[in-house]
Each structure stands twice: as C-alpha cells, then as structure tokens.
C-alpha cells in the first residue's frame, strides 16, 4: 500500500491545473467568474479527475482555496464531459445546490453525494435531469434535501416574517419515476419522515440499496426486486421476525449487512442462533454477510472442546458458528466486529472484521472509515493498543488506513483523536525504514490538518507528538510555513497546555536549527522571535526556569545565527532587559545561560547591532561570565566571543569609561587561556564565516587569538565535520596571513600553524583511504 513509486502524471497535472486554473484552463471574467478557454474541449476521463480531485483537494489540503464557481466550468456539455462524479460534504457548505444545476446537462452515469448538507428539495429537480442515464446515486447523510424552504407569508413588517422569514417542509411528492436505469442506491440517514416505499415504488432495475439508519417497521415492499437485489444495507435498522421474513425471501442476495453500532441502547432485536441457520440455509448465494455489533440472545459457539481442536480453518464443516456449517461455500467477507463471535478459532470467511487480532481489526476500520466513523474510531482506537502495547505485522496497511480514516473525517472528535494518538506510534523508529518519502508526507499532511482543524488537547498534543517522530527540519521542509504558523498560533493561544507548549517549543527549536538564512528570515517575520521572548517572560514572572525557558532561548540562539534582521527584532523587543533578568533570576542554570550567551554572539557578529551592547552594564556581565565554568567552556567562549566582535571595533568604538577595553582585553586573554583545548563541544557552526573575519586585522590581537582558538579546537577534535568547512571557505589562506602578520602573537601564530597542519594531514589521509 506505501508504494515507491510516484503519483502518475495524470494526478500530477491534474493537481497542477487545479491550483493553477487561470493559468491553464480558464479566464476570469468580470473578475469573479471563472470560464474555460474558448479552445479548450475535455473529454470525460479528464472532467471526472478534475471534479473529484479538486473534491478530495477542498477536503484534505487546507492550503487549497476552492473557487465559487468552479462547478460552473462544467455546465456546458460541449466543451465538458462528466460521467462519475463524487461529491462529499465534509465541509458543510462546499456542495450547494447550484453546483448540482451546473451539471444539469450533463449524461451523468454515477452520482454519489455523501454528507452535502446544503443541498435542499431544489437538488431533488436536478436530479430528475440525470434520470434516464443514472445508473448509480448515492444521498448518503444529505440530511436536508427532501427539505423545502417556504416563506410563511404575511404582510410586509409582520413579526413572523421577521423572526423566521422560511421554515423548512418536507417534500413529499419526489419519487424515482423515470430512472429506469438506477441500480445502485443509497439513501443512508434519509431524512425521517420521507416514504421510503413511495419513493422507491417506480425503480425496475434496483440491485442494491443501502438503508442505513433508517427505521422502516415493514420492509415487504423490497420483494418486488426479490429476483434483482443482491446487496442490501440495513445497519442500524431495529429488525424484528418481520424484518427477517422478508430478508429470507430475497434469495438472490449475495451481500447483507444488518449490522449496528453497538452503543446506541434503542435496540429490541436480539439475533439468535436459529435467524443465522435460516440465513446459511435460506440465503445459497450470500458470499458477505455483517452482524457486527449483535448481541446474540443463546450460544451459537460450538463446544470449546471442539474449538480447540486443529489449527485455526475458514472451512464450513470446521466453523465453530455452528450455525454456519450449513454453508456450502466459506464467506468472502463477514463482519463480526463488538460481538463475541469473533474471537473464535474456525470462522468461515477469509476476510473477517472485529477486534480479536490485527487483520480483523485493520478489515475493520478499511471497512467501516468512509460511511461509519463511530465505528471505524473504536476499531482505530484497538489498533493503538496493539501499536502501542505490541508489534504491528502489517504497519504499512495501517499506516495508510488510519490516513485515510482522517482524511474522510477531518471535523469528527472521536477519529481525530484515536487517529491522531494511532499515528505517532505508527510513525516511530521500528516501523520509519519501510515507510516511503510519499507515505510520510502523506502523515505530515494529515497531521498538520487536524492540528488546523481541530483545536482540541489531546489532537494537538497527539500531533505534535507525531511530528517529533520525523526527521527535523528536512522532512518537513516540503510545509516549512505551514508547521511554523501552526505551532506559532499554539503558543500565542492564551491558555496554553503545558506538555503542548513543551512540544511545540522544541519543535520550533529544531526547525529553525540548520536551515538556510532566507527560512529563518521568513520565520522571523511570521512573530518567532516575539512568540519566544513573550514565553520567556512569562516563565520570567512565574520564576520558572523549565525546558520551555531553555528551549525559547535556545531557538531564538538558531534563528538569530547570520540573520541580522532576526537580530535586530530580539533588541527592538526588549531581548536585553530578558537576559540581564533571567541571568540574574537563574543563576545556577548552566544550559540556560549556554543559550543566551550563545544568542548574544549572533548579535555581536552583526556590526551596525553592536552600539546596543556598549554599556557599562553589558560589558560588565560579559566580562564576569568570562570566568564563568558553566557547560565545561561554553559560557565562559561564548562571553568572550561576544566581547572578540566588540573589541574588535577599534579603541574608537569603546564609548564607555568603565570597564576599560584594555582591562577586558586582558581578562579575555586569561579566559582564553584556562580553557582546554581537547574540549568536546556543545555548539554546531554552519559556516565559519563570524570567525573568519576576526583574523586579518592588527586592532585587537585577543579577538584574533579567540577565532584562531576556535578553530583550533574544533579542527582538533572534529576533523571530519570542521576541516573540510574551513578549507571551503578559503580558511587556510587567512590563517596563513596571520602567521604572516607582525601584530599577531606567537602563540596565536603558533596554534594557526597547527590549525593548518590539522587540515593538511586530513586531506593526506582522505587521499590515502580513497586510494
């Protein structure tokens, strides 16, 4: 089911065209009104792809903005041709009754409307268009359309006009006269009231109907198609031995469903052992049967000596339902899900929906997803516990399951949450490698809809937890805007979860660590810095140093690296007054101070920001964090990395009396050299370009022996991952250059010799193993 390979260049061209319509397809006319080219003719491979793809599009990508009048682009049956078209209504209003009117003149074959709760008794007219070619409809959970509006009437101003100017009245003279050719029907949650065999009186060619939801007391009327109907769905229908009379005259079945949802308690029917021996003996051409949910009134088991016996078999004459040894072929489906029957050994069909291991389960929520969500969410929520407690066997078929069960139900509380918790265990390291780029990004796109969709803890918390199941920034690059905005609006929101904000805050620390300058600089723009400072505020107040402190700073470390505009954001927003309050808050708190000095070292590196830093109190703090032994090195090098941008300004530059820039030059070299050079290291560059600059100059001979410390150090200890960056970026002649220079100290000369020797001896040695 996780195929490798790519979409096909119909579904690619298709998505292409639909979210590029003015530059492909159409015109816009009069500024509001879509209209196809003139010159453009599509044949009806190509109308049905763009319909129902730019169906699925509306309903699963919350990027895509559906056009008004998109549907119109359809009404004339020269240019456009439709044949099978779906419609679903997960939004409530995308599917009106004038898009139906649009098609009017079309020779639709298949025509499946499911949940379009606008649509009203004015659909039912158009209907009658499609009359002598439908051969298929669906008016699944169309709630409203044998529903009429009516004006009550009376004067202008009258109160009634007023307060309710229509009320809505049940139509009750649409019958399918005329739709000769119909043979699928499905009528699910039909509206109450409406005669249902009045209005199915006129169809000749019926061969299956689905009554979902439904209550009809007398359903004798269906054996007027008792030698045509081979599919019936009653779930949901309270049976009675009427109910089952009739079901046993209709001999040409070979699917019934009587299934129900097991929760729902208005329920009298009990189904007992004789109405499943009257099926297997009465119904010889059934290969599907369903009675999921059914509690069943005695004992259809057989013995459990006999259960026990032989390894488990989908034979008639083994099946432990002893009722169906009278089978004289095993099903090719049946549905036992919420009934005891499944968890039997010797069950005749090869396909089997409940809960009693994971092929029944998984069988259940592919059956159940589209048109029964309170189902398929129980049956998601069984395979969680098997994802979470054991080992899935078939990881990828659930995977893809549970996508699409959220897909068709992006607004149902119950199917976002178990599918949402489903996921972050299916999505995890033992099951990562099998699963396609294409499959993954599926799982992002779900996921970012829900967190879009559905404002609700536990979804939220559950897709963000998801989200850390992926490698961060770069498989989430393909939505690096969305995710941003997403998990920006969660920690603006005013009451915040803690384990949410927690998750949210990492998240967005690992997405603006090691991405490219114009991504931070957009993520800059979206409110990242000031989300974090308002964060660190407010665990400020609450004098709270937790991780979503440590993580605000460190993400606004990352996104403030070789971004002078993010820089400048942190100042404008009062970002000094922070660090001075939290350094002084959290005086113990080494990571937390690793963070700020780390960010402030992106400040100094940017040298119109570096007036902001030049008081007395600034330079003071950095100049005591320089004997700072917090995190081995880090508080104390990142101080002094501060202070190297600072001082190496120029005597000029130091606008302040005290501290003297002499004194701290020489508190700098001290610093410098406490430090051990073999010191494993807590930071990560990206370029060593900040550094770099700091060699060829004569100003200040401390800043210059700071960046040649820093890469010694991490040329020493980190050959593989710093000398390659330095050779790129021309370092090898700049340190050349200060060997060379009669302002730099020997001992700076001495370790830029060595910082060379480092990068030859790599080179040798990558030289000799690629030999």
């Given at each position: 089911?996780?195929?490798y ?11 292409y ?8 397809l159409c ?26 793809m ?28 439709l044949?099978?078209i ?41 209907l ?49 006269t ?78 019934l469903?009587i ?22 003996q ?129 607004f149902d ?6 599918g ?20 993954r ?91 974090m ?41 009062n970002?000094?007054?922070?660090f ?23 400040v ?8 902001h ?116 970026e ?42």
């Amino acid at each position: 089911m996780a195929s490798y390979s790519p979409e096909t260049l119909m579904t690619l061209c298709t998505k292409y065209c639909l979210h590029n319509l003015e530059g492909t397809l159409c015109y816009m006319q009069d500024n509001e009104t879509l209209r196809l080219h003139p010159d453009v003719f599509l044949p009806s491979e190509i109308c049905d792809c763009l319909v129902n793809m730019y169906m699925e599009l509306v309903n699963t990508d919350n990027s895509f903005q559906p056009h008004e009048s998109f549907f119109s682009l359809f009404s004339d049956h020269r240019s456009t041709r439709l044949t099978h078209i779906h419609l679903r209504g997960i939004q409530e209003d995308i599917v009106q009754d004038q898009d139906l009117v649009a098609f009017s003149k079309q020779d639709l074959v298949e025509l499946r409307l499911v949940n379009c709760e606008k649509l009203s008794a004015k659909s039912l007219q158009t209907l009658n268009n499609f009359r002598s070619t439908l051969v298929s409809l669906s008016l699944f959970g169309c709630k409203n359309i044998f529903y009429e509006e009516e004006n009550p009437g009376g004067c202008e101003g009258d109160n009634e006009s007023l307060v309710n100017p229509t009320r809505q009245v049940l139509v009750r003279d649409f019958t399918f006269t005329g739709f000769h050719r119909l043979c699928f029907l499905n009528l699910g949650h039909l509206t109450d009231g409406v005669n249902v065999e009045r209005l199915l009186r006129p169809l000749t060619s019926l061969t299956s109907l689905d009554l979902s939801g439904i209550q009809i007391n007398d359903i004798q009327f269906l054996l007027q198609w008792q030698k045509r109907l081979g599919s019936l769905v009653l779930y949901n229908m309270d049976l009675s031995e009427e109910h089952i009379w009739v079901l046993l005259q209709l001999t040409h079945l070979r699917h019934l469903d009587i299934s129900r949802d097991r929760t729902s308690s208005f329920y009298k029917f009990k189904l007992t052992r004789k109405v499943l021996t009257a099926f297997a003996q009465n119904l010889k051409n059934l290969v599907s049967l369903d009675i999921s949910g059914h509690l069943m009134l005695d004992n259809s088991a057989i013995s459990s000596h006999d259960e026990a016996l032989g390894p488990a078999s989908t034979e008639p004459q083994k099946s432990s339902i002893e009722p169906f040894r009278a089978l004289k072929r095993s099903f090719q489906f049946l549905g036992l899900f919420d009934t005891t029957l499944c968890n039997l050994t010797h069950i005749p069909a090869y396909k089997i929906t409940g809960e009693a291991n994971e092929d029944q389960i998984l069988n259940a929520i592919e059956a159940y997803t589209e048109y029964r969500p309170e189902i398929a969410s129980r049956a998601i929520n069984h395979l969680f516990d098997i994802a979470r407690i054991e080992q899935c066997d078939q990881p990828l078929r659930a995977l893809q399951l549970v996508i699409s069960a959220l897909k068709y139900h992006k607004f149902d509380k119950s199917v976002q949450v178990t599918g949402s918790a489903a996921l972050f265990y299916l999505t995890g390291s033992d099951y990562r490698h099998e699963q396609s780029i294409k499959l993954r990004r599926q799982v992002i796109q779900v996921v970012l809809n829900g967190m879009e969709s559905y404002q609700e803890v536990t979804v939220q918390r559950n897709c963000c937890l998801t989200l850390c199941n992926f490698s961060i920034p770069e498989e989430l690059e393909f939505q690096y805007r969305r995710v941003n905005e997403l998990l920006l609006s969660i920690l603006n929101q005013t009451r915040q979860d803690e384990s949410i904000q927690r998750i949210a805050v990492h998240l967005c620390n690992a997405l603006v660590c090691q991405v490219d300058n114009d991504h931070k600089e957009a993520v800059g723009k979206m409110g990242f810095v000031t989300t974090m400072l308002k964060l660190i505020q407010k665990k400020l107040t609450d004098k709270v140093c937790d991780q979503v402190m440590e993580f605000s700073w460190s993400a606004l470390w990352n996104i403030t690296d070789e971004t002078p505009d993010n820089c400048e954001m942190f100042l404008n927003c009062n970002g000094m007054k922070l660090f001075l309050e939290c350094l002084n808050e959290f005086q113990g708190k080494q990571e937390l101070h690793r963070n700020m000095l780390g960010l402030l070292g992106n400040v100094a590196e940017v040298k119109h920001l570096r007036p902001h830093l030049m008081t007395t109190q600034f330079i003071s703090v950095f100049s005591r964090l320089l004997d700072s032994n917090a995190d081995g090195i880090e508080v104390s090098y990142n101080a002094c990395g501060v202070l190297s941008h600072i001082i190496f300004d120029g005597d000029e530059a130091w606008a302040i009396a005290e501290p003297r820039r002499a004194e701290v030059m020489d508190r700098m070299w001290r610093a410098i050299s406490s430090w051990d050079e073999n010191s494993r290291r807590n930071i990560n560059y990206r370029s060593f370009e900040p550094i770099l600059r700091l060699l060829p100059q004569r100003v200040a001979p401390v800043s210059q022996h700071w960046a040649t410390w820093a890469l010694f150090n991490l040329t020493s200890v980190y050959p593989e991952k710093y000398c390659p960056l330095l050779i790129k970026e021309n370092g090898i002649e700049l340190l050349k250059g200060v060997i060379e220079s009669d302002a730099a100290r020997p001992e700076t000369k001495a370790m830029a010799s060595q910082v060379i020797s480092f990068c030859k001896n790599f080179r040798e040695e990558r030289m000799d193993t690629s030999r």
